[in-house]
């Protein structure tokens, strides 16, 4: 029998209040278990690791012990000091100073090299106007147009539940289909031409610096020269090169992955009870950005097929195909694919093809080069470079109707997904350009870009420039790599005096995030570090020898300087560089990816394609120091690599196929800032959310967690391009002056927004910080002799 007493203890609740007192008591007993400060430790000092950081839940999978080996493992260093040292001890520093002298003085002189050159990083990055705050974007002032959608907008709202995917005749709607350039003249560009009143009439020249300038505008700093360059390079590659410094690199690097791996062992389940504190907020509603999307092949194969088999029943008998006095109709261009009596219908199975173009040249350059391309052993039939022209380019005959019909859908798909978001790269053809009859390369794309209205809050632009000035001077197109830099940068010169001239241009320019120079390793000569030096300037280079990569880069990079301090000065967006790193290398010279490593690493924000860091343990170890963003692409990688050996001209890559060997997640558990990307939907992905499948197949091969998976799409929008007000907004970061990169924790919410925990940003930050005061502290005080080149 149950007494008055009993039910005053344990009252009788309703179902509904039984559930809401679960769930706060719940709530209340877990909470009790996260920690109100949440860094590991301050860096420096071991004496300032706390004696009791957690205190051990039920919910632990390991308990941390406080002995030597501990503060060991949390410094990276031996350490002969009592576990917990009184604090404000005098003898603390001296203790500390003795740590060193266990070093050998090439270690420590490799130390200092090391810091030497991050601090010739720092330099190249700030004169550049790459930081996010030299960026007008990120302003606080920055008005972005279309305007945003308002909060809580869903796309099912304005446009229905329609989807073309599964119907051909569906209509794709998206936030650019309202757009209208008049009135982004109208709102825009004559109210900031009323408010700025810039001179309109000034002269694009060349300056000391052989860079393009805006006459009687002064570049702040002085941008180093050539040779200043190469001297700056040459440091880079000899530490590269170090032994007693690939060791030491290759230990601190197993170091860090290790640590990550214990920090997972004690902290995994606390992650996640703090992460299921945090409501209405995964892996799928956290913004993620596709960092690296080539433009071609952004589709995938279903929706690629759905708008083929359209057109063949909507227009069968169009022209869609006029060059060289070959003119060919839709049916005709995909006659070998329908036998007679069939549906003029197409299956997936006939695009397997289209997916193994290779797009590095067009076709004419194949021709003027003389040789093929790396994939024409498989693409036998020249049908398949007619389809790919038609309907995957934008130089085409019918003006790349196609490719715009299929981009729309693309667009649509992205709002339509709400937090995914793209950069889209586009190759920036300059031969393509020439050949019809106009210099202006940028115009050509932006006009397409604004006639189309492929415009949305979803996607920026990446312009891709390829090593091709070979191909433009056997083609009589450019006299000399001067041109071909004028080619590149006047445009932009010219619509930066005055946007007036071509406000396609100057809208387009809002919603470009980066330049990329491409590798390509069939595109590399003989050169040593010793003979980059000796290269003539670029006006006086007019032989049709192809220069090499680190001179391409370095005028690209004094060009974007100069255009950078201009456009930040009149109040527009700068951009950045985010080159690709070659993935092959001839194996002659310096070594085309040395080269483009140690030379992105100088003047690159980000870079495109790092998996050969993983062979240059010092290379990877100054890339994580810095946290340069790394964008790789694990799928389309395999794929490629696959190909390759099916190839037989590539016998000796028949090894390290695997999904396995590519080093993404590798770099990520060291605590690289590493994204991942698609790169190329229609060739390497079988799914419509070829994101989604990216990140799906990482986290089955590797079992990651999720937050693994929300750190790397935090990652992935760290390194775009997006303004700083969204950033904010979708992960909880603040930028800061004088500062490369951005700050963690700006307030309470960050975990609301990117669903990572405090703890896992402060232990990376702390890795980070722990590592340049063991670079800098082993390193002071050593005197390095001027390096000869």
């Not at 590269?240 to 290759?250: A, D, E, Y």
Request: net charge negative.
């Amino acid at each position: 029998m149950v007494s008055f007493e009993d039910n005053k203890r344990n009252p009788v609740l309703s179902p509904e209040e039984h559930s809401l007192d679960h769930n706060t008591r719940l709530k209340e007993a877990i909470t009790q278990l996260v920690p109100k400060d949440q860094a590991l430790y301050p860096s420096g000092h071991v004496a300032y690791i706390p004696e009791k950081y957690y205190e051990r839940g039920f919910e632990s999978d390991a308990i941390p012990l406080k002995t030597r080996f501990d503060i060991q493992a949390a410094m990276g260093q031996f350490s002969t000091e009592d576990p917990q040292p009184a604090h404000g001890d005098p003898n603390q520093q001296h203790k500390f100073d003795q740590l060193t002298e266990q070093y050998t003085d090439g270690l420590r002189e490799f130390c200092a090299e090391v810091d030497e050159v991050i601090k010739i990083r720092d330099k190249y990055i700030k004169l550049s106007c790459q930081r996010p705050l030299d960026n007008p974007l990120n302003w606080d002032d920055w008005i972005s147009y279309p305007p945003p959608q308002p909060k809580g907008w869903h796309y099912e709202d304005v446009y229905g539940a329609m989807d073309y995917y599964y119907d051909e005749r569906a209509v794709p709607h998206y936030v650019g289909e309202t757009f209208d350039i008049e009135d982004y003249r109208t709102n825009i560009v004559e109210p900031y031409m009323r408010k700025l009143n810039p001179d309109k009439n000034r002269k694009v020249i060349h300056g000391a610096s052989r860079a393009l300038e805006v006459e009687g505008f002064e570049c702040p700093g002085e941008i180093p020269n050539f040779h200043q360059f190469v001297e700056d390079l040459s440091k880079v590659i000899k530490i590269s090169t170090n032994k007693v410094g690939s060791i030491l690199s290759t230990r601190r690097l197993d170091y860090l992955r290790a640590k990550f791996e214990s920090y997972s062992l004690l902290n995994e389940n606390k992650e996640t009870y703090i992460t299921k504190l945090n409501p209405h907020r995964d892996f799928y509603n956290v913004r993620k950005v596709d960092n690296n999307v080539d433009l071609a092949m952004s589709m995938t194969k279903k929706l690629l097929l759905n708008v083929i088999n359209f057109k063949l029943k909507q227009e069968p008998d169009r022209v869609v195909y006029d060059e060289d006095g070959v003119k060919m109709t839709l049916a005709e261009l995909f006659a070998p694919y329908v036998t007679d009596g069939d549906e003029k219908r197409l299956n997936i199975d006939d695009l397997f093809e289209f997916g193994l173009i290779d797009r590095t040249f067009t076709q004419q350059e194949q021709n003027l080069f003389g040789n093929s391309t790396r994939y024409d052993s498989i693409i036998k039939d020249e049908i398949l470079l007619k389809i790919d022209k038609t309907f995957l380019r934008v130089e085409n005959s019918i003006n790349g109707e196609y490719l715009s019909c299929i981009l729309k859908q693309v667009l649509s798909d992205y709002e339509k997904s709400k937090y995914q978001y793209a950069e889209l790269g586009i190759n920036f053809n300059l031969l393509d350009c020439c050949g019809r009859g106009t210099t202006n390369k940028w115009s050509s794309i932006a006009k397409w870009i604004v006639d189309n209205k492929l415009v949305s809050h979803n996607v920026k632009w990446i312009i891709r420039l390829p090593r091709n000035y070979t191909s433009l001077r056997k083609a009589g197109k450019v006299r000399s790599f001067q041109d071909y830099l004028d080619l590149v940068f006047r445009p932009l010169f010219d619509v930066s005096i005055n946007p007036e001239v071509d406000v396609n241009l100057h809208f387009f320019l809002t919603k470009v995030a980066s330049i990329s120079l491409l590798s390509g390793h069939h595109q590399h000569d003989e050169r040593t570090l010793f003979d980059i030096q000796k290269l003539r300037p670029p006006k006086r280079w007019t032989t049709s020898e192809n220069p090499p990569y680190s001179y391409y880069l370095y005028y690209i990079f004094i060009n974007l300087t100069s255009l950078n301090h201009f456009r930040k000065g009149r109040r527009l967006p700068t951009l950045t560089l985010r080159s690709f790193a070659a993935s092959q290398s001839d194996q002659v010279g310096l070594g085309l990816i040395t080269e483009s490593l140690a030379t992105s690493f100088l003047l690159s924000k980000d870079i495109i394609n790092g998996e050969q860091l993983r062979n240059h343990p010092v290379l990877q170890y100054l890339y994580f120091l810095k946290q340069i963003g790394i964008t790789i692409s694990p799928l389309c990688w395999n794929k490629t690599t696959q190909l390759k050996n099916d190839d037989d001209r590539h016998p000796k890559m028949n090894s390290n196929v695997a999904y396995e060997s590519n080093p993404a997640i590798d770099f990520f558990k060291v605590g690289m800032r590493v994204a991942l990307s698609t790169n190329k939907p229609l060739f390497a992905s079988f799914t419509r959310e070829s994101l989604i499948e990216e990140y799906s197949v990482a986290a089955s091969i590797y079992k990651l967690g999720n937050v693994d998976l929300c750190e790397l799409c935090r990652n992935s929008v760290l390194i775009s391009g997006f303004n700083s007000h969204l950033k904010r907004h979708w992960i909880g970061i603040q930028y800061v002056e004088d500062e490369e990169h951005d700050t963690i924790n700006c307030d309470e919410f960050s975990i609301q927004r990117c669903n990572v925990p405090d703890m896992r940003l402060n232990y990376r930050a702390d890795c980070v910080k722990v590592e340049l005061e063991f670079i800098r502290s082993h390193g002071a005080g050593v005197v390095l002799s001027p390096y000869q080149t």
